[in-house]
């Protein structure tokens, strides 16, 4: 079993930024990879990036240059740098993990971005 908690969400104006960390907890030695996803009411959950145990990452073409995802395995923890925020960007941003097959969720921190 792994356990994911997220923070560092919250408030923020327009043209700022945010550090999103997870931080995983049980059964890490066997996690493949991490990843950060988004939603808003009444749409679909959008992937942002993922990161693998060797290091390798993913990031959605809608996110480069934006948004990057890092990892630090010495706290068994994954970022998600956001940079350039717009109000759109404002939602509920989730991790998740795979581990031996199995996702596992955290329960997502919320952010919200005004013009």
């Known amino acids: 079993q792994v356990q994911l908690v997220e923070s560092g969400g919250g408030l923020v104006q327009a043209g700022g930024s945010l550090r999103l960390s997870c931080a995983a907890s049980g059964t890490v030695f066997s996690i493949n990879s991490m990843g950060w996803y988004r939603q808003t009411p009444g749409k679909r959950r959008e992937f942002i990036a993922r990161i693998t145990d060797g290091g390798s990452t993913l990031h959605d073409n809608s996110y480069k240059g934006r948004f990057t995802i890092s990892r630090d395995n010495a706290k068994n923890t994954v970022y998600l740098q956001m940079n350039s925020l717009k109000p759109d960007d404002t939602a509920v941003y989730s991790c998740?993990?795979?581990?031996?097959?199995?996702?596992?969720w955290g329960q997502g921190t919320g952010v919200t971005v005004s013009s």
């Open positions: 998740n993990a795979i581990s031996r097959g199995s996702t596992y």
